[in-house]
Structures are given as structure tokens and as C-alpha cells.
């Protein structure tokens, strides 16, 4: 590789950055945590997209691995990083000396090698192992993924949970129960179908009180605030009566932005929320089986359906595409076609 169109690392500072050239002009990237994440950066993403990737397939599968983590560092959390080590071992203690050209002929040992993974963890796991040999894909190292190849035959095809929406009787005898810090906002999230990330992240500056409806501009994930994955799940929800009387019993905090926040003024963790106030709530109240906190979401569609709103409008408001809805909600839907002919029938009589 010509001198001038190796990258080289420097320090920024928040960590670490590469430069190189490239069409006559030098280019920056930045927000590396260490020099050698920088630098594999340039060589395994950047390099090969000028035709000068030292990368071949004679590297291993654990060569490779770590090329690909390196360089995927810069874009993920850490806690993604972790996860993909966890479910990268079973396939490097495996495979990880096996060169690539050799693994991509290896369909037939791959094939019988996932057959022995326990059932609950084989997911995650082959997600993990194709995720980094599609990057050996892209970068015309190996013509297909193994992996990928490996998967013939029927899919074993899981049992779709049966949703049970909560009725708002139901919602109200456990807000009763989680008492004024937390029944409020199961009732908003029940009245909004708000997801339990993004109902922690709303902030006051959401609530346009004028207009009557609630912003969706953030979500917690991963303990941190971040922005929605899709334009879809920005949005704007109707606020309803029940949801309005759900932030007037909320005291604004000095401490805080967030209009359902944690006792000490931070956004509340759903996973906690759940183990000691949720089930316990819902034990009091009497309601089995358990139900989850994303479940008031149902309750939401639900509600919006028998109100005869659309499938297109509720998809608006949930943040989720009609087919979505139509693959989770289908008894629902059955359920609101009545509701729509018997508007359209009474609309053709009115005329």
C-alpha cells in the first residue's frame, strides 16, 4: 500500500481519530476509544472500499473475529460488543482456526456444528456468527456466508404468545396498587401505547397541552437516551382524558425533565420497575396470569380498535408499520371490521 494512503491514527479529544486520502483530499473519522480501533477502522472498512484492504482469506476465523470487533467498536455501544463476545466463543472455540476460504467450503460442518447448540441459546448464537461472516461477504473475502447455507430444512416455527390486553378496570386496580409514584404513568402508557423506553425518556417538553398530544422524540435503551431507530417511531400521540388526568396528578420536579421519573429524579429502569413493583402489583390486584408492562401497549391497540380507529391512524400512533399490526392485532382487526361497516352502513343511511 503506497505511503501516502495508509491511515494513520491521532489523538481528539474524546480519544482517538484515523485520517487518510482519498480522491486527492485528506478524510477524517473520529470517535475511536483506543489507536488500534482507530487503525482497524481504516484497514477493514476503509481500505477495502479504495481497493486497498490487506485483508485476505488466508486470516482465520479468530483473526478475522477480532478485526471485525475492532473495527465495529466505533459504531456500537460496548454492551454490544460484550454480547457479540458471549455469543462469538461456541463458534471460535469451533471454528476460529479454520482459514475463511476453508470455513466458506465448510457448509456440511457448520450444518452439523449448530445442530448441537442448545435450542434456547442457537439464535443468538448463529446471529453472532453470520453477523461477522456477512462482513467477510461485503468485503469479497468469501463469495457466501456458511452460515447462512447451513440453515436447511423447516424452521421450527414458536408459538405466538396470545396477547391479553388489559381492560381499563384492570389498569386502574393496579394503578391503585403502585400508589401515586408509578400509577400514573402505567395509566398514560395504557391510554398512549407509549413503549416502556420511551415512556421513561418523556420529558415535560413533550406534553403540547394546547394541541392535546404527547411528542415521541427519544427512547432509553441500554440505560442510555438515544434517538428512535425509525422516522416512524418519532411521533405525535392523542391525548385522551384519562391520560390528561394521569400527568395533572404528576407534581413537576426542579430536579428533573422527565414527567415520570424515579424517586431520586433519574429515569426510571423498567427492568427493575417490573421485579419489584409491577408483579407484585399485579399479584395484589389479583390479575393472572402475569402480564408484562409492554402489554398496556395491547391495551392501547385494543382500545383504539373498538373505537373504530384505523389501522393506518393507530399505526401512526404506535409507531409501527400496518403490517405489523395486522400480524399481531388480527382478532382485533376482525373485531373493528364490524365496528367500521356499522359506520358505514348508518353513514349510507344518512344520505
Not at 482517538?16 to 477524517?28: A, I, P, S, T
Request: hydrophobic share 40%.
Amino acid at each position: 500500500m503506497p505511503a501516502e494512503q495508509r491511515g494513520s491514527a491521532y489523538r481528539t479529544r474524546g480519544g482517538w481519530g484515523v485520517r487518510w486520502y482519498e480522491r486527492g483530499r485528506r478524510r477524517f473519522r473520529s470517535g475511536f476509544t483506543s489507536k488500534t480501533a482507530a487503525l482497524a477502522c481504516f484497514r477493514d472498512e476503509i481500505a477495502p472500499r479504495l481497493g486497498l484492504s490487506t485483508a485476505s482469506p488466508d486470516l482465520t476465523f479468530a483473526e478475522f473475529a477480532e478485526r471485525f470487533l475492532a473495527a465495529h467498536a466505533a459504531e456500537v455501544d460496548p454492551r454490544t460488543i460484550r454480547s457479540l463476545r458471549e455469543r462469538l466463543a461456541r463458534p471460535l472455540a469451533e471454528f476460529g482456526d479454520r482459514r475463511l476460504d476453508d470455513l466458506a467450503r465448510s457448509v456440511a460442518d457448520v450444518a452439523a456444528w449448530q445442530a448441537t447448540l442448545p435450542e434456547g441459546y442457537r439464535p443468538k448464537i448463529l446471529g453472532a456468527f453470520a453477523q461477522v461472516l456477512d462482513r467477510a461477504v461485503a468485503w469479497k473475502l468469501i463469495r457466501e456466508n456458511p452460515v447462512k447455507l447451513a440453515k436447511t430444512g423447516r424452521r421450527r416455527v414458536a408459538r405466538r404468545r396470545e396477547i391479553e390486553p388489559f381492560t381499563r378496570e384492570e389498569v386502574d386496580r393496579v394503578a391503585v396498587e403502585l400508589g401515586p409514584l408509578y400509577g400514573p404513568m402505567i395509566t398514560f402508557a395504557a391510554e398512549t401505547g407509549l413503549r416502556p423506553g420511551e415512556l421513561a425518556a418523556l420529558e415535560w417538553r413533550d406534553v403540547d397541552r394546547g394541541a392535546a398530544v404527547v411528542y415521541v422524540r427519544r427512547v432509553i435503551a441500554g440505560g442510555r437516551v438515544k434517538e428512535p431507530k425509525t422516522e416512524r417511531s418519532r411521533r405525535r400521540v392523542p391525548l385522551t382524558r384519562r391520560a390528561t388526568a394521569a400527568l395533572d396528578s404528576q407534581p413537576r420536579r426542579l430536579d428533573t425533565r422527565l414527567v415520570f421519573p424515579s424517586p431520586r429524579g433519574g429515569p426510571v429502569d423498567m427492568h427493575n420497575f417490573a421485579r419489584r413493583d409491577w408483579h407484585p402489583a399485579l399479584d395484589a390486584a389479583g390479575l393472572t396470569p402475569p402480564r408484562r408492562v409492554y402489554d398496556l401497549r395491547h391495551s392501547f391497540a385494543s382500545n383504539a380498535l373498538a373505537a373504530g380507529i384505523s389501522l393506518y391512524e393507530l399505526s401512526r400512533y404506535m409507531g409501527a408499520s400496518v403490517r405489523v399490526l395486522e400480524l399481531h392485532y388480527a382478532h382485533l382487526v376482525r373485531d373493528a371490521e364490524g365496528t367500521a361497516r356499522a359506520k358505514l352502513d348508518a353513514h349510507a343511511a344518512s344520505v
